[in-house]
């Protein structure tokens, strides 16, 4: 039995924060952030919200569309790596606030590929037979835990929310084909947080030290990001007998355009075949695959039969890709 995702919703909070609210935050400016990046505007939550709060409303906006109630969903599966709190997961939280009575769930930490981690997993609860609808959420409120005076970093990350439902597929052949997924621990020491877990836990040196933020070393990050998502496209395609112009769209994690920009050039793709949207969300870690998934369906770029691949490359480093076949129009 195949899964297949039935339905697609976002949530993104109407705060923005442009380049030109930076300019005043850091020692940078609109053409910088612009040039090297492709983001124009990000999106922040109140202070006071939590990621669940994105989460809920997102997954509200599928099973709106799939016209189903909450009560039916046998789990829930949370990717992020902004908790409401540490204990317990996201899920619990987003399962209460939509009244799914009926279902389990957790979180998973896949960094910016936990959405793929997330629809990867969903799959094998369909395939086995074991569940008939499962909720799949990215979600990030970056907000949080991004160091707003360290300008390598700030600029990036924004907050937003996207959910896919995934089903047995009815038969037609379309759903999820295949994923390829990968990790290498090297890049452990590119994109971290370094304190506030169990190696060292939070004090207030460590705060003082503003260890508890986001770091990253962009360079190598962006080189292995294209390396992997690159790799892992054709290795997919290859596969399944296929080429690029099997494909209808790549649904790249939205990072930074200069790497969407690298992958699309060495893998042959037409700008149409690219889903872009990282100008008005910039990173928002999780969610940027089921956002940007959202936005083509909703744009028209997604109807039914039509071939797409997610690929996403991420912290720990993990990476990887989910060739599919859109379901529905
Ligand atoms: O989603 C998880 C995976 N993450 C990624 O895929 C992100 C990968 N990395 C990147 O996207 C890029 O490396 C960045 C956007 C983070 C940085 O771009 P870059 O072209 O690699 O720039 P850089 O770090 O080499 O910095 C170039 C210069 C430096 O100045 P010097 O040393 O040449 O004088 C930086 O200090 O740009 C400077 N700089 C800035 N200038 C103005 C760094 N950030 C800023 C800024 N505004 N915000």
Not at 145 to 169: H, K, Q, W
Not at 239 to 255: E, M, N, R, S
Request: charged residues 20%.
């Amino acid at each position: 039995m195949g899964a297949t995702i039935t339905a697609v919703g976002h949530y993104a909070p109407e705060k923005k924060l442009t380049n030109k609210d930076f300019e005043k935050m850091v020692d940078t400016n609109d053409e910088w952030i612009s040039t090297r990046t492709g983001i124009k505007e990000r999106r922040i939550l109140s202070k006071e919200k939590g990621t669940s709060y994105m989460a809920v409303r997102a997954a509200k906006a599928a099973l709106a569309q799939r016209n189903i109630s909450a009560e039916e969903l046998d789990l829930i599966i949370v990717a992020t790596v902004t908790p409401d709190r540490f204990v317990p997961g996201t899920a619990p939280y987003v399962q209460g606030e939509l009244g799914a009575n009926n279902c389990w769930g957790y979180d998973i930490n896949g960094g910016c590929s936990g959405f793929i981690c997330a629809v990867a997993t969903a799959t094998q609860f369909i395939e086995s037979g074991k569940y008939k609808k499962v909720m799949v959420i990215g979600a990030d409120k970056m907000s949080a835990i991004v160091d707003y005076e360290d300008r390598n970093t700030c600029i990036l990350f924004g907050d937003a929310a996207g959910a896919v439902l995934l089903e047995p597929s009815n038969g037609d052949g379309f759903g999820v084909d295949d994923f390829m997924l990968h990790m290498d621990g090297i890049g452990q020491e590119y994109l971290y947080i370094k304190a506030g877990g169990s190696r060292l836990p939070a004090s207030h040196e460590t705060v003082d030290q503003r260890l508890h933020y986001l770091y990253q070393d962009g360079k190598p990050v962006f080189k292995f990001a294209v390396s992997g998502m690159t790799d892992v496209a054709k290795r997919l395609l290859d596969k399944h007998d296929l080429t690029v112009k099997d494909l209808k769209l790549l649904i790249p994690h939205q990072a930074n355009m200069r790497i969407i920009d690298a992958v699309a050039s060495r893998l042959g793709l037409e700008p149409d075949q690219v889903m872009i949207n990282i100008h008005s969300y910039g990173n928002t870690t999780a969610a940027t695959i089921p956002m940007a998934m959202s936005e083509a369906y909703q744009q028209g770029r997604l109807k039914k039969g039509d071939r797409a691949m997610m690929v996403a490359f991420g912290a720990g480093f993990i990476w990887g890709g989910i060739l599919f076949q859109w379901a529905f129009d």
